[in-house]
């Protein structure tokens, strides 16, 4: 079997499973009905049927569902439904197919006219050339029709499911607006905080550096005259504490706006970063024309934490970086091939991430199933 092949039997397969669990979900469903009629309950039940739609087209994993209440009770009503009708075409298909292929053979054992053993394609069997002939055209037709119909009918309930439990314009403005005013406040008592932390380090590291150059210097001019050897070991002292603070500056400056960024361009900051990585990193980054500084300082720091969590977390051996301008968005994926199981909700690290992407109005997906890979996409607004 070609791979064309192998990949479209593993689509039918995940589309198997995904409708038969519909279908079992549709019939809980309408047992637990008034329990899923409670908003709450309807609500986690919705996003969970979400996040399988979504794994079954292969699209990021949506978080809980933000519709309205009356829209999740029309989606439970449209879920039931349409689980109910495409399962039972897979009933029909594969169930034909699978009941066919066991009972055939068995049809001398079987009373005359009972099921699968009795009959294939309508017509009574009294003999092993008409058991072997029509059940395996039996089984070949059901098996071809739940090869071929069940992938669309799969992902057409995916989408189905998607369509109705994605918000609508209005609802995604106004949790545009929730998630900027929230991100907001967040970026701005961050922002207290890094000012905070750079005067402290200034005042506590450079600022006091300065003032014991001063006073060496100082005493060095009133010395000049009387002990030249004390005023060299003083300016010698000086000037050791003059790099050091030097050093110190640079490194405060570093965590501002990195001076590579400006040296360098994104591109090439990205090149050095990647370089001191501390497992194989592969950059593939393409065109990206002119890029605010915010938004240049946002994508480095972004992937500069990124490989830092790889290294830490993931028991990576590879990682790969793409960068690409997408019309007027910036979009960084970064993917290792580690164990996978990330989770943003424990460290600060993908929690830092998240928190200077929106506060840019960006976007943030992780993708990290247990075992991996785990792919972290990134999609920044840097104009036209």
């Not at 979900?25 to 047992?31: D, E, I, K, S, Y």
């Not at 008409?130 to 057409?156: E, H, I, K, M, S």
């Not at 001076?259 to 001191?276: N, Q």
């Not at 890029?291 to 830490?312: D, G, Q, S, W």
Request: aromatic share 4%; proline share 4%.
């Amino acid at each position: 079997m070609n791979h064309h092949g192998a990949t479209r039997l593993s689509a039918m397969w995940r589309s198997l499973g995904y409708l038969l669990g519909s279908l079992f979900t549709a019939v809980v469903a309408l047992f637990a009905l008034p329990v899923l009629l409670v908003p709450m309950t309807a609500r986690a039940w919705a996003s969970w049927h979400r996040r399988r739609a979504d794994r079954l087209l292969l699209s990021p994993c949506s978080g809980p569902v933000r519709v309205g209440t009356w829209r999740v009770l029309g989606w439970l009503c449209a879920c039931i439904v349409s689980s109910l009708a495409f399962g039972l075409v897979v009933v029909l298909c594969a169930g034909n197919a699978v009941a066919t292929a066991i009972t055939v053979p068995l049809w001398w054992a079987l009373p005359a006219g009972t099921g699968a053993g009795g009959f294939a394609a309508g017509v009574p069997l009294s003999g092993w050339g008409t058991a072997l002939t029509l059940g395996t055209a039996q089984t070949v037709t059901f098996a071809a029709l739940t090869y071929w119909l069940v992938p669309p009918l799969a992902r057409l309930h995916a989408r189905i499911c998607v369509a109705l439990l994605s918000p609508s314009a209005a609802e995604r403005l106004a949790r545009r607006v929730e998630t900027l005013t929230e991100t907001r406040a967040d970026a701005m008592k961050a922002h207290g905080a890094e000012l905070r932390r750079i005067e402290r380090d200034l005042h506590d590291g450079t600022q006091a550096r300065l003032v014991a150059i001063a006073m060496r210097l100082g005493v060095a001019r009133e010395l000049l005259s009387e002990d030249p050897l004390m005023v060299a070991g003083l300016l010698e002292e000086a000037h050791e504490s003059t790099e050091e603070a030097m050093a110190e500056l640079r490194a405060v400056i570093r965590t501002i706006y990195p001076p590579i960024l400006a040296d360098r361009g994104l591109a090439g900051a990205l090149a050095a970063l990647v370089s001191r990585s501390a497992i194989d990193t592969t950059l593939d980054i393409g065109g990206l024309g002119t890029i605010p500084a915010a938004v240049e300082a946002v994508a480095y720091f972004t992937i500069a934490e990124a490989l830092t969590n790889v290294a830490k977390h993931s028991q990576a051996t590879r990682t790969t970086v793409r960068v690409a301008r997408e019309g007027d968005r910036l979009s960084i994926e970064v993917t290792d091939d580690g164990v996978g199981g990330a989770d943003g909700t424990l460290g600060t690290g993908i929690a830092g991430i998240r928190h200077r992407v929106l506060a840019l109005d960006g976007t943030v997906h992780i993708h990290s199933p247990g075992g991996g890979p785990t792919t972290i996409t990134v999609r920044l607004a840097c104009g036209s």
